[in-house]
């Protein structure tokens, strides 16, 4: 894994550059770029299938890069998977403190590390003792945010993790998340295919689309995370989802009503040839609303192939 | 250290939860007494005359040798086939070639009748102890080969995912990750090839060994001595629901808690 080396001047943060991918013949990822720096959570965000999971296990390094760079300046990351992936032999404590055990921690030190975090994400000491088929589907995924959070992780990879989970429990591990998030200035890296998610927790977006992956673009929220409120992530999920380039890329048809529709024909299904209102146009009137789309250099290229 | 004690405290729940087993075992002796006093003591000696022969048997010292020579060759078959069928089956659990090769083969020898082997061995080594351990080999191997092929089969991508992002050492890979699944196949194979062990041991004694329990069954049936036949048949059944019950059973309870369902 080309994750940590502390001894390092690289600066904090996760850089990916020219990312291409390909199982077998299938092109998966195509001109990958992104920077995440410490302390900012970003949200990959796509349709299914658009390479968001190899992406993320790029990025963790549980996969060989082909073509392209990835270079991690964090000390430690750690992944949380979409399900809990718990060893079922090992209690919920022991399951917590995995990854410190891999990190040769003695034996007392990992469990109090362990209980602590674990007290902290709600579990109850006695459900710590419990064996993973003993708990919730709720409690096995605190556990295994738990198990992610108490290597103190620089770097934070989420895949979906929250995707099986009712809305109270959901706004509940997203408050501890943030909650950890803010005070460590850890940077997280999350893939979801729930907007609303994305504009809730993530100070960026990056919008994938498929075939093969590529990102499109890049919406910044200029709100920090703990002073939105359900009123500003309701009106901004719908922003996002009138947004031409969200709509293309998630294979949805142009919006009929308004202004932005005036000029584009009924296309129906053939989302990748519709003609979409270019970046300027949407940059422009997303500012008022705090979202951004910001024509990064290193999207150039796929920027301009989305905005005609 | 810590398996023996928890052993030793889970033993009078364990034991008081077994009254259910004892309340139908002895509705099983009713049964017998009944069937002794329809057809009479030849045909079937009623359940005190066999346990008093079996006593007799006991005090007299003749029955300690019979059951010591059954015993070991029952355990020296099982342990090879316990070796042989572990290290085997994981290791053709590893090759997706070699465990599609070797399932036919495993079916072959499960479909063989124990009693043909024991023809076969007895060609081959004759009335010594080798012919019972062979066939006890034999009969026990492919139970065991089986439990570890199906334990390396299905071990769980998504886990090793989870132990490589976790960066677990190549050690913890074996021990937290790899051994707890394999054995949770193994050891319900281990007692499985235990009573099939025993079973076919008296079996092979019967008809190839001057000694040991089969050898005493033979030579109480030629005498159609019945309650000594029922008291032999008694000893080995209870030799092996001691051991079953008391030492495996418990022991499995103990290493597979994580599987137990429910709260």
């Known amino acids: 894994m080309s994750v940590s080396c502390p001894t390092d001047t690289r600066p904090r943060e996760l850089r990916v550059d020219g990312l291409n991918h390909a199982f077998g013949r299938d092109e998966v990822l195509a001109g990958i770029g992104f920077r995440l720096p410490a302390g900012e959570v970003a949200a990959l965000v796509g ?22 760079q990835v270079s991690n300046g964090f000390d430690t990351t750690a992944f949380m998977f979409q399900q809990p992936r718990l060893l079922p032999w090992q209690t919920a404590l022991d399951n917590i403190a995995l990854g410190l055990k891999a990190a040769g921690l003695a034996r007392a030190e990992r469990h109090r590390r362990a209980r602590g ?9 006695r459900d710590l003792d419990k064996f993973p088929h003993q708990l919730s589907g709720g409690m096995q995924s605190r556990v295994a945010l738990a198990r992610a959070l108490v290597l103190a992780p620089d770097l934070l990879l989420l895949d979906e993790p929250f995707s099986a989970l009712d809305v109270g429990l959901k706004e509940e591990l997203y408050r501890l998340l943030l909650d950890h998030q803010a005070a460590r200035a850890m940077g997280v890296l999350m893939i979801t295919h729930d907007l609303m998610e994305a504009v809730r927790l993530s100070d960026a977006i990056l919008l994938m689309a498929p075939a093969p992956g590529r990102i499109v673009c890049r919406f910044e929220l200029d709100v920090p995370a703990a002073q939105r409120d359900d009123a500003w992530v309701y009106r901004h999920t719908a922003e996002l989802l009138q947004n031409a380039v969200v709509r293309d890329a998630f294979g949805m048809p142009p919006l009929m009503t308004g202004a932005v529709a005036a000029g584009a024909p009924a296309a129906g299904e053939q989302a990748a040839e519709t003609p979409v209102t270019g970046m300027p146009a949407g940059g422009s009137h997303a500012s008022a609303l705090r979202l951004v789309a910001t024509p990064d250099p290193a999207l150039a290229r796929s920027v301009s192939r989305c905005g005609g | 250290m810590r398996l023996l004690r928890a052993w030793a405290a889970g033993l009078p729940a364990y034991l008081w939860s077994g009254w259910g087993a004892i309340a139908s075992l002895l509705l099983l002796f009713a049964a017998w007494e009944a069937v002794s006093l329809i057809y009479g003591p030849l045909v079937m000696p009623d359940p005190r005359s066999a346990f008093g022969t079996l006593l007799g048997l006991i005090e007299s010292g003749a029955a300690w040798p019979e059951l010591a020579a059954t015993a070991r060759r029952a355990m020296s078959g099982y342990a090879l086939s316990l070796v042989a069928g572990s290290f085997l089956g994981l290791l053709a659990g590893l090759s997706m070639t070699a465990s599609m090769m070797s399932r036919p083969l495993v079916t072959v020898l499960m479909g063989t009748p124990p009693i043909a082997w024991l023809v076969l061995a007895m060609l081959w080594f004759g009335a010594s102890d080798g012919t019972p351990v062979f066939t006890v080999f034999v009969a026990a191997f492919p139970v065991i080969f089986i439990g570890a092929l199906q334990g390396t089969r299905t071990l769980d991508n998504q886990l090793r995912g989870m132990a490589e992002a976790f960066r677990l050492p190549r050690r913890m890979m074996f021990t937290d990750v790899y051994l707890p699944h394999v054995v949770s196949y193994l050891f319900p194979a281990w007692i499985a090839a235990l009573g099939t062990s025993w079973k076919v041991v008296v079996m092979a004694e019967l008809l190839a060994t001057q000694d040991g329990v089969g050898a005493a069954l033979a030579a109480s049936r030629s005498h159609l001595d019945t309650a000594a036949t029922m008291a032999w048949i008694a000893a080995v059944v209870g030799l092996l629901l001691a051991v079953e019950y008391l030492v495996l059973e418990p022991i499995k309870r103990e290493v597979e808690r994580w599987r137990e369902q429910g709260r």
């Open chain 1, 47 to 68: 349709p299914s299938g658009c390479g968001k999971t190899t992406l993320l296990h790029l990025a963790a390094g549980l996969l060989t890069v082909q073509e392209g």
């Open chain 1, 117 to 125: 975090i674990g007290l902290r994400l709600g579990l109850a000491p």
